[in-house]
Nanobody, 116 residues
Framework: EVQLVESGGGLVQPGGSLRLSCTVS????????MSWVRQAPGKGLEWVSG????????KYADSVRDRFTISRDNAKNTVHLQMKSLKPNDTAVYYC?????????WGQGTQVTVSS
């Protein structure tokens, strides 16, 4: 059974930081590119960041570049999203997904709320 389980979301003040994690099982993580995708209230899905198999190739949406960092730990089957300088418009449900698009599997999402 394929599982992608996100964690690390929560309520944070503007300018704060959070670190999201996504631990996967049921497929070969080390051979899989991974992405983070978010959905803000009342809006569509927005790709946030992706990381290729070997890690060095990372990509970011313009809206998060220089504030978010994606990384992976193949030994722990986990992909992370370090988020800093968070803004209210970063508020969304964040999903991890297998692939760089289209996405083969999705997690259940973790809520990130940026508010004072």
């Amino acid at each position: 059974e394929v599982q992608l389980v996100e964690s690390g979301g929560g309520l944070v003040q503007p300018g704060g930081s959070l670190r999201l994690s996504c631990t996967v099982s049921g497929f070969l993580f080390s051979n899989s590119a991974m992405s983070w995708v978010r959905q803000a209230p009342g809006k569509g899905l927005e790709w946030v960041s992706g990381i290729d198999i070997n890690g060095p190739t990372e990509k970011y949406a313009d809206s998060v570049r220089d504030r978010f960092t994606i990384s992976r730990d193949n030994a722990k089957n986990t992909v992370h999203l370090q988020m800093k300088s968070l803004k209210p418009n970063d508020t969304a449900v964040y999903y991890c997904a297998k692939g760089l698009g289209p996405y083969e599997y999705w997690g259940q999402g973790t809520q990130v709320t940026v508010s004072s």
